[in-house]
C-alpha cells in the first residue's frame, strides 16, 4: 500500500500570515492516464471533510484564491497564503491514484 | 449541487448488524461509482469500500472484508452499507463519498455529512 505521510501534524499560525503543509507518499502518484491524482481536503471542526485542492494544484469550485497545491511525483505541498480565522481545522492529503485509496494522518491548524 | 445524505447510524452490540443508507442528490447517481470512508473518534480517515457506477464491481479494505457489503439502488438514488459482525474498532462517523470525475473509482470529491456508528455491550 501507498504510506502518505505529512508535516507537520500540528501548526499554530498568526492571523494573516502564511502557512505550509508537506505530503509524501511512498509511490509515485503518477497515474496510468499521466495525471497525478493528489488532492487536499479541509475538515473544520464538527464538519465532514471538504475537497480545496484536486490533482496537485487545481483548486475546487468556492476554494478561496489563498490556498494553493503545488508538488509532482511523491512530493506535494498545500499552502495558506494568509491564515484566516475560517482556516482552522485538519488538512488531510489523500491518493486516489492507487488502491486502496490512502490519507495522510492530518494537520491541525491553529489559530496562535 | 451534489448532496449526500447519510442515515441509520446508532448504539449497536458487538456481533450486531447495521445498515447504513445514503441519498444522493444533485447530480446523475447512476453515472458514478461511490465509496464509503470511515472516521474513528479523534482519528484520521480510513477507506472502507467502492462500488462501481452499475454496481458490477465491488472493493473492500482489509478491515472490513468479509463482513461489510456495499450495494447501491439506482432506481433509488441511494448507496448501502451492510455491516456484520460489528466490533468495537468499527465505532465511527461512516462518510459516503462521491468519486471524481477524472480518475480510478476511489478518487473522491465531495463527502456526505456522515452518520455516527457506537459498536457497545
Known amino acids: 500500500d501507498v504510506v502518505m505521510t505529512q508535516s507537520p501534524l500540528s501548526l499554530s499560525v498568526t492571523l494573516g500570515q502564511p502557512a505550509s503543509i508537506s505530503c509524501r507518499s511512498s509511490?509515485?502518484?503518477?497515474?496510468?492516464?499521466?495525471?497525478?491524482?493528489l488532492n487536499w481536503f479541509q475538515q473544520r471542526p464538527g464538519q465532514s471533510p471538504r475537497r480545496l485542492i484536486y490533482?496537485?494544484?487545481n483548486r475546487d469550485s468556492g476554494v478561496p484564491d489563498r490556498f494553493s497545491g503545488s508538488g509532482s511525483g511523491t512530493d506535494f505541498t498545500l499552502k495558506i497564503s494568509r491564515v484566516e480565522a475560517e482556516d482552522v481545522g485538519v488538512y488531510y492529503c489523500?491518493?486516489?491514484?492507487?488502491?486502496?485509496?490512502?490519507f495522510g494522518q492530518g494537520t491541525k491548524v491553529e489559530i496562535k | 449541487q451534489v448532496q449526500l445524505v447519510e442515515s441509520g447510524g446508532g448504539v449497536v452490540q458487538p456481533g450486531r448488524s447495521l445498515r447504513l443508507s445514503c441519498a444522493a442528490s444533485?447530480?446523475?447517481?447512476?453515472?458514478?461509482?461511490m465509496n464509503w470512508v470511515r472516521q474513528a473518534p479523534g482519528q484520521g480517515l480510513e477507506w472502507v469500500a467502492v462500488?462501481?457506477?452499475?454496481?458490477?464491481?465491488?472493493i473492500y479494505g482489509d478491515s472490513v472484508k468479509g463482513r461489510f457489503t456495499i450495494s447501491r439502488d439506482n432506481s433509488k438514488n441511494t448507496l448501502y452499507l451492510e455491516m456484520n459482525s460489528l466490533r468495537a474498532e468499527d465505532t465511527a462517523v461512516y462518510y459516503c463519498?462521491?468519486?471524481?470525475?477524472?480518475?480510478?473509482?476511489?478518487?473522491?470529491?465531495?463527502w456526505g455529512q456522515g452518520t455516527l456508528v457506537s459498536v457497545s455491550s
Open positions: 462500488i462501481s457506477f452499475d454496481g458490477s464491481n465491488k
Open positions: 489523500m491518493q486516489g491514484t492507487h488502491w486502496p485509496p490512502k
Open positions: 444533485g447530480f446523475t447517481f447512476s453515472h458514478f461509482a
Open positions: 509511490h509515485s502518484l503518477v497515474y496510468s492516464d499521466g495525471n497525478t491524482y
Open positions: 490533482q496537485v494544484s
Open positions: 463519498a462521491k468519486v471524481d470525475v477524472y480518475g480510478p473509482d476511489w478518487n473522491l470529491d465531495s
